[in-house]
């Protein structure tokens, strides 16, 4: 076991966190306020240094990194600002499906526009469907030589804003979610439009919308996998996905570690600096063993992937366990920061607020405990190894 950084993840990880100290942080504040996410100024500069399209093969034109080097680059840009990173790293989970389940031709034609500086968003929540993904009602009618789709989805990352879709619909009513199917759709197809974009406590830097789909033809051509193959589809990104969501919660974490360090031995209360109370430099420390405990579990959790090992458990493991870490090290991390934390002049406040959204999206902390209990309902007999 070398737990050394090879040379290219050095690579990865040094560039990730030279954009987030260049690029993210400095606008960090202006855009948490606007609630806008700046594409314009960052899609360009982020795609070409790869981080749109990390995961993408590099026979597709990609920079075809694991998804433990991923991972690391997820944390190094949540460490910068989590709305925008949420905003510039969405691609991965729209292009996870293409890559897990398309065809060479679909490759060839999607990838390749995302790898041009396109977007793409991952259409899969509705308003009546959030954790219950079985539960969607957005329609694939047969019309012989094409689709046509009708529904609306919401909380879509990049919804509105992306190039195109990969949008989960039911192609087969009779089959119930048996019928549940990927489509890639271009998002200036006549009747797509964006619906809400939501107004959020946190990743504020993110764009979040509805996204709706009235009458939209899609070639049958652009069915991901096969019929009814959405819901392996859905589960086998997460499981790459989910990894890197743990390294997003590890991120802020540290962001939030680092700040009330600094500030703990600054600040001076009874004539000496306030690390020097155990209360103080005990929260400290237990922020430090968190955060290194979540980034053990999403090495794991990524290692597994990159082996093409079964990781789904140790996928949910990580995510939960940041997701918690990262709301109790931010939490305490206001703490420190006393009634400076509650205010607007340090980023802490923020990273709380950022901090929540690590338990809710692709899949909140009970779901992946049902994932969890249900994987320790069907082993026979635990085996650590
Ligand atoms: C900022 C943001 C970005 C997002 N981006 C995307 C995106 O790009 N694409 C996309 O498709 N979706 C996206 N989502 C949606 C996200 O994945 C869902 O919000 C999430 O899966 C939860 O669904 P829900 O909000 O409908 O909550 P619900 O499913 O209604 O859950 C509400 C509460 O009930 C709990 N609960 C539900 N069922 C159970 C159960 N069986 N046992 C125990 N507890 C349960 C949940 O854990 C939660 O606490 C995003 C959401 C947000 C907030």
Known sequence: ???????????????????????????????????????????????????????IPREYGGRGVDVLTGAMVLEELFWGDAGMATSVVANSLASGPIIIAGTDEQKKKWLSRLVDGQLACFCLTEPGAGSDVAGIKTTA??????????????????????????????????????????????????????????????????????????????????????????????????DRTRPGLAAAGVGIARAAFEEALAYAKERVQFGEPIIKNQAISFMLSEMLMQIDTGRQLYYKASWLADQGKSNSIQASNAKAYCAQMCMDVTTNAVEVLGGYGCTRDYALEKYMRDAKIISIYEGTNEIQ?????????????????
């Open 141 to 238: 009618r047969d019309m012989g030589s094409h689709y046509v789709i009708n529904g609306q989805k919401c909380f879509i990352t990049n919804g509105g804003i992306a190039d195109f879709c990969v949008v989960f619909a039911n192609a087969d009513p009779d089959m119930g979610f048996r019928g549940h199917t990927a489509f890639i759709v271009d998002s200036s197809s006549d009747g797509v439009s964006m619906g809400k974009k939501e107004d959020k406590m946190g990743i504020r830097s993110s764009h979040t919308a509805e996204v709706i789909f009235e009458k939209v033809e899609v070639p049958k051509e652009n069915i991901i996998g096969r019929v009814g193959q959405a819901f392996y589809i859905v589960m086998k990104t997460f």
């Open 369 to 385: 405990r049902l994932v969890l209990s249900a994987s320790l309902r069907r082993v026979k007999e635990w085996k650590q190894y």
């Open 1 to 55: 076991m070398d737990f050394e950084l090879n040379d290219k993840q050095k690579e990865a990880v040094d560039s990730a966190h030279e954009f987030a100290v260049n690029e993210l942080r400095p606008i960090s504040r202006e855009y948490d306020r606007s609630g806008v996410f700046p594409k314009d100024r960052l899609i360009p500069k982020a795609t070409e240094a790869g981080f749109t399209i990390g995961e």
